[in-house]
Structure formats: C-alpha cells, structure tokens
C-alpha cells in the first residue's frame, strides 16, 4: 500500500471515530439535558439564557422574607419595616453584644442625598425594648464631621438617653481588614476596610437613602456598605489616601469589585433598611430630584431588599451589575417569585423614577469588553491545515 493511500485511510478511520463519538454525546445529551435556568435568570445577561452556564451558578433557593411599609411619618415607617421583620432579626440580635448602624452621609450639603436623621430615629425607636447593649451609628465618609454636624445625627443620641448610643467617624480608627480587588487592568489591588464593620460580635443595620447613581444604576443597601466599608485619610493625615476611590476603576470593574466587598463583607451584616421616604431620581447620587415616594423597606436578606427596591423605584433588575453578579455568587435572593413581600404589595407604590442620563453607559458591564475582542480573535484562530505526520 502507497504511503498516501495509508495516510488516506487512517484520516477517514479517525474522522469516523470522531463522527461516532460525537453522535453518542448527542444522543447523551439529548437524554440528560441541563435543567432550565432559574426563574429570575429571565431579567439577567439573555445571552446566558438555559444553555448551562447559568446552572453552575450558586443561586440561592430559599425563600426570603422583605418588609414593605408606606406611611406618612418617615420615623414609623422605619420602625415598622423592622416590626414586620423582627421574628428574623431578634434571635440573632439575642447573639450580639453591640448594634452597628450604618447611615449613608455622602455629602453635606444636600438632606436629600443623606440618612435623615428621622431615619435613624425609627431604627432606635424598634431596637429601644430589644436590645440593652451599645449602639453606634458609624460613617465613613470624608466629610462625615459636618454632615453630623449639618443634619443634626447627633439628636439621635440626646433623645434617647440613657440608652447607650455613640457616634463614630471610622476614617478616624486605626483599625483595618483588608480585601483584595481589582483596578482598571485588572491587576490585583489591596483595599483597606474599616475594621469595627467586620466585627462578628455586632449586627450591622444598614440605613441608605433610596437614589439612582451615576454609575452602577442605582444605590441601595448593598452599595451603602460596600462603598462605605472602605477607608480613607482621615482630615488631618498627610499624604491624602483614598480606598473608596479604589472601587472607581470602570463601569465593569466597579460592579465585579463591590461584588467581590460583599462576599467579604456579608458574615457581618444583619438587617438593611432602605428609606425611600424621599428617594432621588435623576442624577444620583447627590444630584438628582426628590421622588415623594413615603416608603420603607426591610429585610435581613440585602440582596432581596435592593431588589424590592429596585421594584419601587421601575428599575429593570437587570441593570444593576453588582446586584447580578451578588445572585449569581450566592450572596441572597434576587429572584422575585422568591421573596416574600408582607406589608404593601410592590404594584401599590411603584414610582417609575427618570434614569440617569448616563445609564447607556453604565449598562456596558454586560457587553463583551471591545478592547479585548481582537486579541481574543487572534488567540482562537485555528491552526493552519498540515498534512498529518507518516505515523512509525
């Protein structure tokens, strides 16, 4: 037999061999389909669809409880939201020896963009007959001395004396944990966080004010503690440092980062309490205009409750890549048809807010990144055809 003949010959017996194999995996998995994706996956990247990947995510299954108050009194809509919640907060606040609350004071100048201090009242007003050991309402913001000062925190001490209440500005301890995120290249990046957040002895309270933001969609619960986890110089240190800064690497960075503060973070967290009494639309998170929304919303699950939230607010849960990517992971539950609303039902207090006029932009961590895709084009190029080598 001619070498070429027997080369002839020995590509089609293998090409069979293939063609065989790759029938029996058809047949295979025709046979053991991947089970449909879950049923919040419908809101997320389509693109991942029910074509498995989406099934090696670790999506939470069990159900989660999230309280939905609308009133007229921001203070008693807090402290109800809690009530509705607190056959899951009570138990393990039995476990703890301190309450943190963790308001939201990005700037100063503005009530609208900060916890109001009413806010902060209601959360007293619940845990006053529950709890006997030291609170603290702790910020981290680098103007957290005046926005104490500007809207007046500091009454929530005076007005529930004797109870042991204090305020903390955590730019201002020494103490740190760090994690480990990523910047604009990707390269592995330390970022500092205030240590007393991490503190297995405390339950950790969240308190945002409900805004759209100018770059991951909207801010809520999960955004309140993972941008406010991060430190920076205190007003007096020199030279300037800024942690926070460190999440502001890029639209995509920027989600997979505060993704990864939460997985870091979320041991330590108890109950987030989101105050859309007056939310902010438009051009969040500082900027934009008030929303007279007069709602409350409760849960010891954070990813459900920014998820209600987003609910509320007209917001296509989608949008928010943190949050996708905080279900994803297993971090809590996002999908609707899982969470369990009691108060007010969503369709009663749906507020579709104005977007940001930046959103476009921040929807680009779901597309392919374009600076990549010609050298991944290149590196997937097929080897050119070669005659196969005279066999021993």
């Not at 061999?17 to 049923?39: I, T, V």
């Not at 409350?296 to 949008?319: F, H, K, P, Q």
């Not at 609303?341 to 006029?357: L, N």
Request: aromatic residues 6%; hydrophobic residues 40%.
């Amino acid at each position: 037999m001619s070498p070429t003949r027997r080369r002839f010959l020995s590509f089609t017996a293998r090409a069979a061999a293939l063609a065989g194999a790759g029938a029996q995996a058809l047949r295979l998995a025709a046979q053991q389909s991947p089970p449909p994706a879950p049923p919040g996956i419908r809101d997320l990247d389509p693109r991942i669809g029910s074509q498995g990947v989406a099934n090696l995510f670790q999506y939470v299954d069990r159900r989660s409880k999230v309280a939905l108050i609308h009133g007229d009194s921001r203070r008693k809509n807090v402290c109800e939201a809690l009530l509705a919640i607190d056959d899951q907060i009570r138990p393990v606040l039995k476990t703890r020896r301190s309450v943190i609350i963790k308001p939201n004071g990005v700037i100063p100048r503005r009530q609208l963009a900060v916890t109001h201090v009413d806010a902060i009242h209601g959360v007293l007003d619940y845990l006053a007959p529950r709890f006997k050991g030291p609170v603290v309402i702790a910020e981290c913001s680098g103007d957290t001395r005046q926005v104490i000062e500007n809207f007046h925190w500091n009454q929530a001490v005076t007005e529930h004396k004797p109870k042991d209440i204090k305020l903390v500005v955590l730019n201002e301890e020494p103490r740190y944990e760090l994690m480990y995120g990523i910047d604009y290249d990707l390269h592995t990046l330390p970022i500092r966080l205030a240590a007393r957040l991490l503190d297995p002895s405390a339950y950790v309270i969240s308190l945002p004010v409900m805004k759209n933001h100018n770059a991951v969609v909207a801010t809520l619960a999960v955004k309140n503690m993972v941008i406010g986890t991060p430190l920076q110089s205190d007003a007096k240190e020199t030279p300037r440092w800024n942690d926070k800064r460190k999440f502001h690497a890029g639209i995509r960075q920027q989600n997979f980062n505060m993704m990864l503060a939460a997985q870091r973070l979320i041991p330590y967290w108890g109950a987030a309490v989101i105050d859309g009494f007056e939310g902010m639309e438009g051009d969040g998170p500082s900027n934009g205009t008030p929303v007279d929304h007069r709602i409350a919303i409760a849960s010891t699950d954070y990813i459900a409750a920014d998820r209600v939230g987003l609910e509320c607010m007209g917001i296509d849960s989608g949008w928010p890549g943190y949050l996708n990517y905080c279900y994803q992971v297993g971090l809590g539950q996002y999908d609707l048809s899982k969470i369990d609303v009691v108060g007010t039902r969503i369709a009663e207090v749906r507020k579709p807010y104005h977007h940001h006029i930046d959103l476009e932009r921040m929807l680009m961590w779901r597309d392919p990144m374009p600076d990549l895709e010609p050298n991944l084009g290149r590196l997937f190029q097929p080897a050119p055809e070669t005659e196969p080598p005279e066999e021993c």
